[in-house]
């Protein structure tokens, strides 16, 4: 285990306790933290929830209003933290995938009838695809870090 503090993309949080009508427990699921610490911090910053700001009405989110910029831009440090979460999120659904390949494989075979999309889902999953995905992954790891340092 590493002592290492996990980052936490507060401001996502909150545009999405605000400006949406997604649950929680769905907010807390997305950015991987509990949601006690989410309705503490809802809490002690005043947040009010997207509904409840807007009345009754509940709107599904899916079909929000485009958000408007903020008036100042984030924080380098947050767009770090937001970009280092969503690449853990990333890597996870990776190894994911890579330790299910087979099973995903025979799901593939047994429910899809159509040739053409079955190649198409095999070059899915397959090894070039998520090595190209790691690398991706890695080469946007490796800005943030640079981007992070240059300013702190």
């Given at each position: 285990m590493t002592d290492e503090k996990k980052t936490v993309d507060w401001a996502g949080i909150e545009r999405d306790y605000t400006s949406t009508t997604r649950s929680?427990?769905?907010?807390?699921?997305?950015?991987?933290?509990?949601?006690?610490?989410?309705?503490?911090?809802a809490k002690a910053k005043g947040w009010v929830r997207g509904q409840e700001a807007a009345g009754t009405q509940v709107v599904p989110?899916?079909?929000?209003?485009p958000m408007v910029?903020?008036?100042d831009p984030p924080k380098v440090e947050e767009v770090?933290?937001?970009?280092?979460?969503?690449?853990?999120?990333?890597?996870?659904?990776?190894?994911?995938?890579t330790l299910h390949k087979g099973l995903m494989e025979e799901i593939i075979l047994e429910n899809e009838t159509d040739p053409g999309?079955?190649?198409?889902?095999?070059?899915?999953?397959?090894l070039p695809?998520?090595?190209k995905t790691l690398q991706t992954l890695a080469l946007a790891l490796k800005t943030?870090?640079?981007?992070?340092?240059?300013e702190g």
């Open positions: 929680i427990r769905e907010i807390a699921g997305w950015f991987m933290i509990s949601e006690g610490a989410i309705r503490k911090r989110s899916a079909y929000q209003a910029a903020p008036k770090v933290g937001r970009g280092r979460n969503l690449i853990d999120r990333m890597m996870d659904e990776l190894d994911a995938e999309r079955v190649q198409a889902l095999r070059q899915a999953v397959s695809v998520r090595a943030m870090g640079e981007t992070a340092a240059a």
